[in-house]
């Protein structure tokens, strides 16, 4: 068997991924944020969970990895698509006068997929912020007050984590309407899934902002986080849909 760090080595190599690390690798992302559902409940899990365990912990009835994680999945698995068509793109001479524009393309695109990677074990740490918030004593009236301010302070957090998300995903959606637009045209397609990923990455995140806001005893202290989240649905919808109209375009000729 070919070892692991032989792999991700050739594989860095071949794609030009200049700041490639083995802990950007989307399963082992996946895979803490397992770890962290099996914390929470007592339990372990190995560094071999595969995307089938994710599946099973997800159909699982623990609430975590939960909505928010599989939102930040479906970013970075936006943005690798993304990455992919730049990729196939760049070196063509065919697509020569687009090539400085799709390596960038390519770069951000990278950039994306490992912040939203971190992202799905993020937001399984704020659930747990915000469980152990809620096991806190309420005996006293002063144990009530410092429950109270860190079930608010939770919550915000809980809300930030899934916003960070939704503006990776509106990003990952701009980026892959461009490489739907003017990447191979042999990956339209490609693009056209990544869109849609982005997409429904942004509005499942944008969800989890507005139900932690709602918690919130004084839901105007979360205003601003949730009207930020229903700007970047938007956006991220127009660009997957003007990627879609191009999909359509490219299927119908």
Known sequence: LVPER??????KDHLKL????????????????MRASDETAGQTSSSSTTAQEFLAAIASSDPVPGG?????????????????????TIGRKKYAAVEPEMTIVATNAEQLAENLSRLVERDADAYAAVSAAYKLPKESESAQSARKDAITK???GAAEIPLETAR??????????????K?????????????LLASAGCQGAAFNVRINVASLDDRSAGQRLEEEALRLVRAADAHAREACALVEKALSN
């Open 6 to 11: 032989v792999l991700f080595d050739a594989s």
């Open 18 to 33: 200049r700041e490639f690390t083995p802990d950007q690798v989307l399963e082992r992302q996946v895979a803490r944020a």
């Open 68 to 88: 928010g994680s599989v939102s930040a999945y479906a970013g970075a698995l936006s943005s690798a698509l993304v990455r992919m068509v730049a990729g196939l």
């Open 168 to 181: 990776f995903c509106a990003q990952a959606a701009e980026l892959a309407a461009s490489v739907a637009a």
């Open 154 to 156: 939770a919550l915000l």
């Open 183 to 195: 990447g191979n045209s042999n990956a339209v397609t490609d693009a056209g899934v990544a869109a």
